[in-house]
């Protein structure tokens, strides 16, 4: 990849996690106690049996999203640091350089189509 390439999706990989944080923030709070966590903020409806009940779904629901995004977030901090240390691109299976097209859709993929693939992951 060329220095423009890998400039651009730096860039890109900084707009979607901060995308992700403003998400994040919606439904839960940093966690103090533990380093990129948060807390889930329990939804409040109303004190109505049926509003309850939402507050509940919601809440699991949201359990669910935090887990997701933090994940993402996680990957895309790896990803930044590997385009800093240049060995972002590199299979981490097999060491083949990933195709700039498959990174330009999947700035987060670890590993090249073959092994992608046999590691049942396409």
Same mark, same amino acid.
């Given at each position: ?19 992700? $944080? ?5 439904? %839960?709070?940093?966690?103090? %106690?533990?380093?990129?966590?948060? &807390? ?6 109303? &004190? ?15 359990? %669910? ?12 901090? $790896?990803? $930044? ?10 299979? &981490?299976?097999?060491?083949? &350089? ?25």
């Amino acid at each position: 990849m060329t220095k423009e390439e890998l400039q651009k999706l730096y860039e890109d990989l900084e707009q979607e996690e901060k995308r992700l $944080k403003e998400q994040l923030s919606k439904i %839960a709070d940093p966690n103090p %106690a533990v380093k990129n966590d948060s &807390e889930v903020r329990m939804p409040n409806y109303g &004190e109505d049996e049926d509003e309850n009940a939402m507050e509940s779904t919601d809440l699991g629901i949201n359990f %669910a999203l935090v887990r997701e995004i933090e994940n993402k977030l996680d990957e895309i901090v $790896k990803r $930044k640091e590997k385009i800093k240390n240049g060995t972002y691109g590199t299979c &981490e299976k097999c060491s083949v &350089e990933i195709p700039p097209a498959r990174l330009k859709v999947m700035p987060i993929a670890t590993f090249c189509i073959n092994c992608a693939k046999t590691a049942k992951l396409v």
